[in-house]
């Protein structure tokens, strides 16, 4: 069982940044692909970003330049820094942990979910 618990969250002006973390539970961090999602308001949750446990990261197309995955494992931490935030970057976001190695960007292959943080970015 792994837990998982975001931090980092709030209220941004458009144009800022943001470093979201997410912490995880157990001694096998190092073994999951780690990825971050976000859900707005009426929209279906959707793939920001992943991390292989090998490091490999995959960023979706629409944040691409202004978002980086990383992990650190002798933290059992994931990152997620966001630049360059826009008001449709608003949504919660959410970390999700996959006994897979992959950090893939679809949901269903992941097992374990924090309980997300929000992010708000005014205009």
């Known amino acids: 069982q792994v837990q998982l618990v975001e931090s980092g969250g709030g209220l941004v002006q458009a144009g800022g940044s943001l470093r979201l973390s997410c912490a995880a539970s157990g001694r096998t961090f190092s073994s999951y692909g780690m990825g971050w999602f976000r859900q707005a308001p009426g929209k279906e949750r959707e793939f920001v970003a992943g991390?292989?446990?090998?490091?490999?990261?995959y960023i979706a197309d629409s944040m691409k330049g202004r978002f980086t995955i990383s992990r650190d494992n002798a933290k059992n931490t994931v990152y997620l820094q966001m630049n360059s935030l826009k008001p449709e970057d608003t949504a919660v976001y959410y970390c999700?942990?996959?006994?897979?190695?992959?950090?893939?960007?679809?949901?269903?292959?992941?097992?374990?979910w924090g309980q997300g943080t929000q992010i708000t970015v005014s205009s």
């Open positions: 991390i292989s446990r090998n490091g490999n990261t």
């Open positions: 999700a942990a996959a006994q897979g190695p992959y950090g893939s960007s679809y949901s269903e292959e992941y097992d374990y």
